[in-house]
């Protein structure tokens, strides 16, 4: 009899503490918040506005960290942003830390298109280049991605 308590209650302190354990190991955001896919979606040539959208992928990612999948989607006048010859330089630093930390940069081939730009030249940082913007947007939500407009 006494040698089935102490297994039960070795057995509840094992467990109590793996429990402990994984709890250190996890931050507060990544148990509060579990797995996100998130499109953030650049249309504008706004540099405040493109930089505040930068800085929320960098907080989305400090919250979540590796729970968190993110597509940086560029289209319209928001080129400017990342062509060479346009993109503001603290801009460019950010952009090339979050395509560090797995930050998926996409870019629409009808915008290359339509300002004349050449993606193996023109863009600030590697891009994978999609036929159209808002129909990678679509597809992307009908994929189970939250859409967030900077």
């Excluded at 405040?48 to 929320?56: F, P, R, Y």
């Excluded at 080129?79 to 996409?106: C, I, N, T």
Aim: charged share 15%.
């Amino acid at each position: 009899m006494v040698s089935s308590a102490n297994n039960l209650l070795l057995l509840f302190l094992s467990f109590t503490l793996a429990a402990l354990v994984f709890a250190a190991d996890a931050s507060p955001a990544e148990t509060t918040y579990g797995p996100q896919k998130v499109v953030y979606h650049f249309n504008t040539n706004n540099p405040q506005t493109n930089a505040a959208g930068l800085k929320n992928i960098q907080n989305h990612i400090n919250a979540l960290g590796k729970n968190l999948t993110v597509v940086a989607l560029v289209h319209s006048a928001a080129w400017e942003m990342v062509a060479k010859a346009k993109a503001v330089p603290m801009q460019v630093d950010r952009m090339k830390a979050l395509s560090a930390q797995g930050v998926v940069f996409k870019m629409c081939e009808n915008t290359l298109k339509e300002f004349n730009l050449d993606p193996q030249k023109d863009l600030v940082i590697p891009m994978t280049v999609v036929p159209a913007g808002v129909a990678e947007l679509a597809k992307l939500q009908q994929e189970g991605f939250a859409y967030i407009k900077p």
